[in-house]
């Protein structure tokens, strides 16, 4: 029997609907709703109330709401009969097992992914103290196939400087590295502040670069700056 969080995760990818997009959808109603929220309805991590269901529902164009998430069990054949009625509907029963003909086939045995646990950081990508990794300022969460192989950790951004591709409170996937090629995505520290920036070397400066470049100018490196990386955005 699937949880309600099971449920949640099931008509979403129905919907082929990304966590992003249902949070985005969410948002569009009035909701301050994260795609790191939806995580945690779908892991069980907490439970969603009522009127989020409803307006989950409503995004998923769900119309029987009751058909979709009737975890009941489908009630026994026999449980509006009296003993006789009983013992003719299991007499018939093994009529059918002995003819051979209606043998059920073993259920197939699916293999799923390993979970892996994973640290989940909280970053603001405008100001922070740049120490977040090394604190204990993170959850611990389990993660499947959703997430990179090589990932290390994850990031929950906040902010609006790297639209379209990042929005506000999307989870990031990282692999630790200490440096990055030139038009990579990563999580920097610079002058005791993270971000989440596109590396980019320019008429010999070290620049990093808001996706969203109408609103958020490049931050510069500097020769006695304190700089370092953290690492890529892989996911």
């Not at 992003?20 to 301050?32: H, K, P, Q, S, T």
């Not at 989950?56 to 054949?77: G, H, K, M, Q, W």
């Not at 502040?193 to 510069?220: A, D, V």
């Amino acid at each position: 029997m699937k949880n309600l969080g099971e449920y949640i995760q099931k008509l979403r990818t129905d919907c082929h609907m990304s966590q992003v997009e249902a949070a985005c959808a969410f948002r569009d109603r009035g909701y301050n709703v994260t795609n790191q929220m939806i995580y945690n309805w779908e892991s069980g991590r907490i439970r969603i109330s009522g009127e989020l269901l409803l307006i989950l529902c409503d995004i998923l164009e769900i119309s029987d709401i009751r058909a979709a998430f009737d975890r009941n069990t489908v009630p026994s054949l026999l449980y509006d009969l009296n003993e006789a009625g009983q013992k003719m509907v299991s007499d018939y029963a093994d009529i059918l097992r002995a003819s051979g003909l209606y043998k059920k086939e073993p259920a197939e045995i699916l293999s799923f992914p390993a979970k892996r646990t994973m640290k989940l950081f909280h970053l603001p990508v405008s100001a922070g103290n740049g120490v977040y990794l090394d604190s204990d300022a993170y959850d611990e969460i389990d993660v499947g196939s959703e997430v990179p192989e090589t990932a290390d950790f994850g990031v929950t951004i906040s902010g609006d400087s790297m639209e379209p591709q990042y929005i506000n409170g999307q989870t990031v996937w990282v692999r630790a590295q200490k440096e990055l090629e030139d038009g990579e995505i990563g999580i920097f520290f610079h002058n005791g502040e993270g971000f989440i920036k596109k590396l980019e070397h320019q008429n010999g400066k070290t620049l990093l670069i808001s996706l969203n470049h109408k609103k958020y100018q490049p931050r510069e490196i500097k020769e006695n700056d304190e700089f370092f990386v953290f690492g890529k955005v892989v996911g």
